[in-house]
């Protein structure tokens, strides 16, 4: 029997029963992904947020590459291996490798693009993430040229990677989008305009063909790609939508193929509407708060961590966002990779009553009384949903003398005010590039400029994480990993609020997608039934 089509004026309102028939698909060979955030960084060594990585991943393939399941495969190298102890990592490229216009690709432009990202000057968010190959500590501290970084080529064919600690899940490491090789002979002619539309050059499934800003970009499949011959898809769309509904109704509509997000009050209605296009799994990223821990009153420990325990998680996870999303009082996700029991806040037994109690008395000590106020502006990108938490949260606040405003600009907006420092107290959130502990807390090293947005200064954090990278025994770089991200808590300099489940819609007849605990799908591996 064939399903209820809604009708334009349907379109707009959350209710319209029964299922949905989105129109005949005419054209199996283009697919439209939307994308939330507008693209901000064509150049992968300057990205710091998925949407950017999105892109990133469909146009630039590094030395191992992403499957399906977000497992690592061969990329442009076609096999490696590892050393007993180990710290040495050889991988073997392919042969015919070709940059998208036709320039041969080498070990050399590996070895020049691991220099280009450790270094300071390219300010490269994911520079911290090369801490462990020999001599990149020395280089982000301004003590060692990039030259010394411990990446060379044996020949044209071989690059080899030497570590001064043992990395098991390395291949996952080096398949994220932000650690990719870029065209040296295209950077020595245009510079940072390299990654312009009109002069981008990759080594990716796709390859850019236009880019209008606010409406659409549009790749192409490119020819010289080293697997082209399993990409099924010529042209990929990615439609910046910032607003869920807005995309939700495009979806129904038969007007985009992939919807990254939707509104969890919708959740029901669109089960009933879409069936299994819609499509929702546990997702390794945390949503938190970020402090700016340099400008009062958030200079004070205290106070943050006062803000931080008068929050209800439960609340947020059962009543506005539902879904099977899963409170958090850490950074870390429980399910990552070796981490087993993470750490928890001194109060996390505590009832929310004992906790509320406390905090009324912390922030009294700073003079923040019902009779005495703060004024709380909270930054969002707008959402639906960001704004919804965040005005539950005003409402928590609010007997312990906390007034709460909000201010929601466009996602572009929001995250470049975070990295210059212009906020108070933003929403932010972190999707894992790798199954382990360190990719959720290197992002708060004093010396991670792209990320560390709150400005967050520990030595002893930043001694506990180095050291918990270094060590060579996995129980051992747990529990540094587990002390640090102790001291974090302890510190507040932020609130995490809760574990994210992905919630996609993804048409019925597209193959090759499959759900994955890190959220990560290639447009390489879709194609039409």
């Known amino acids: 029997m064939r399903g209820v089509v809604c009708g334009a004026a349907a379109l707009t309102a959350v209710a319209c029963s029964g299922p949905i028939e989105r129109p005949e698909r005419t054209d199996k060979t283009r697919l439209v992904r939307v994308n939330f955030d507008e693209i901000r960084a064509l150049d992968p060594h300057k990205i710091s947020v998925v949407s950017d990585s999105n892109v990133a991943a469909d146009q630039f393939q590094g030395l191992t590459d992403l499957g399906p399941d977000a497992k690592p495969i061969p990329g442009q190298a076609k096999a490696w291996r590892v050393s007993d102890d180990g710290l040495r990592w050889t991988f073997e490229l392919r042969d015919g490798l070709m940059w998208s216009d036709g320039t041969p690709i080498t070990a050399d432009d590996f070895v020049y693009s691991f220099r280009r990202i450790i270094n300071p000057a390219t300010a490269s968010p994911y520079a911290n993430l090369l801490m462990l190959i020999e001599g990149a500590p020395e280089i982000l501290n301004g003590a060692a040229a990039p030259d010394t970084l411990g990446v060379f080529a044996e020949g044209p064919r071989t690059v080899v990677i030497q570590l001064t600690a043992p990395q098991p899940v390395f291949p996952e490491v080096v398949a994220i989008a932000a650690l990719v090789p870029v065209p040296k002979h295209v950077?020595?002619?245009?510079?940072?305009?390299?990654?312009?539309?009109?002069?981008?050059?990759?080594?990716?499934?796709?390859?850019?063909?236009?880019?209008?800003?606010q409406a659409q970009m549009v790749l192409k499949k490119n020819p010289r790609f080293i697997d082209a011959d399993t990409v099924a898809?010529?042209?990929?769309?990615?439609?910046?939508?910032?607003?869920?509904?807005?995309?939700?109704?495009?979806?129904?509509?038969?007007?985009?193929?992939?919807?990254?997000?939707?509104?969890?009050?919708?959740?029901?209605?669109?089960?009933?509407?879409?069936?299994?296009?819609?499509?929702?799994?546990?997702?390794?990223?945390?949503?938190?708060?970020?402090?700016?821990?340099?400008?009062?009153?958030?200079?004070?420990?205290?106070?943050?961590?006062?803000?931080?325990?008068?929050?209800?998680?439960?609340?947020?996870?059962?009543?506005?966002?539902?879904?099977?999303?899963?409170?958090?009082?850490?950074?870390?996700?429980?399910?990552?990779?070796?981490?087993?029991?993470?750490?928890?806040?001194?109060?996390?037994?505590?009832?929310?009553?004992?906790?509320?109690?406390?905090?009324?008395?912390?922030?009294?000590?700073?003079?923040?009384?019902?009779?005495?106020?703060?004024?709380?502006?909270?930054?969002?990108?707008?959402?639906?949903?960001?704004?919804?938490?965040?005005?539950?949260?005003?409402?928590?606040?609010?007997?312990?003398?906390?007034?709460?405003?909000?201010?929601?600009?466009?996602?572009?907006?929001?995250?470049?005010?975070?990295?210059?420092?212009?906020?108070?107290?933003?929403?932010?959130?972190?999707?894992?590039?790798?199954?382990?502990?360190?990719?959720?807390?290197?992002?708060?090293?004093?010396?991670?400029?792209?990320?560390?947005?709150?400005?967050?200064?520990?030595?002893?954090?930043?001694?506990?994480?180095?050291?918990?990278?270094?060590?060579?025994?996995?129980?051992?770089?747990?529990?540094?990993?587990?002390?640090?991200?102790?001291?974090?808590?302890?510190?507040?300099?932020?609130?995490?609020?809760?574990?994210?489940?992905?919630?996609?819609?993804?048409?019925?007849?597209?193959?090759?997608?499959?759900?994955?605990?890190?959220d990560r799908h290639r447009s390489r591996w879709f194609r039409f039934k």
């Not at 539309?197 to 390859?207: D, L, Q, W």
């Not at 606040?397 to 420092?421: C, M, Y």
């Open 187 to 213: 950077i020595d002619i245009h510079g940072d305009a390299w990654s312009r539309p009109e002069n981008i050059v990759s080594n990716g499934a796709f390859t850019m063909q236009s880019w209008q800003r």
């Open 233 to 518: 898809l010529e042209t990929l769309i990615y439609l910046p939508i910032s607003d869920e509904m807005t995309a939700v109704r495009r979806f129904r509509a038969g007007e985009v193929d992939i919807v990254p997000t939707f509104p969890d009050q919708m959740g029901p209605v669109l089960k009933e509407q879409l069936g299994t296009q819609v499509r929702v799994t546990v997702n390794q990223a945390t949503y938190y708060y970020v402090f700016h821990t340099q400008k009062p009153p958030f200079d004070n420990p205290a106070v943050r961590r006062a803000l931080s325990m008068a929050v209800d998680r439960q609340p947020l996870v059962d009543s506005i966002l539902r879904s099977g999303y899963r409170k958090a009082l850490a950074m870390v996700p429980p399910d990552t990779g070796f981490y087993g029991a993470p750490s928890q806040p001194d109060w996390a037994a505590w009832t929310i009553e004992e906790r509320r109690t406390e905090a009324a008395t912390l922030l009294a000590r700073a003079g923040i009384t019902p009779q005495t106020p703060l004024d709380i502006e909270i930054r969002i990108n707008t959402s639906d949903t960001h704004q919804r938490i965040a005005l539950a949260i005003a409402q928590m606040w609010q007997p312990l003398g906390i007034n709460v405003s909000l201010f929601n600009t466009e996602a572009a907006v929001h995250f470049a005010d975070l990295r210059k420092g212009n906020f108070k107290l933003a929403r932010a959130g972190w999707v894992a590039d790798y199954n382990a502990v360190d990719n959720f807390l290197f992002i708060f090293l004093s010396d991670n400029e792209g990320l560390n947005y709150a400005r967050y200064n520990s030595p002893r954090y930043d001694a506990l994480v180095t050291q918990g990278q270094a060590a060579s025994d996995t129980t051992q770089r747990m529990d540094f990993m587990r002390q640090a991200e102790a001291q974090l808590l302890a510190d507040s300099p932020i609130i995490p609020l809760f574990y994210y489940v992905s919630k996609k819609l993804v048409a019925s007849d597209i193959d090759g997608w499959s759900d994955n605990l890190r």
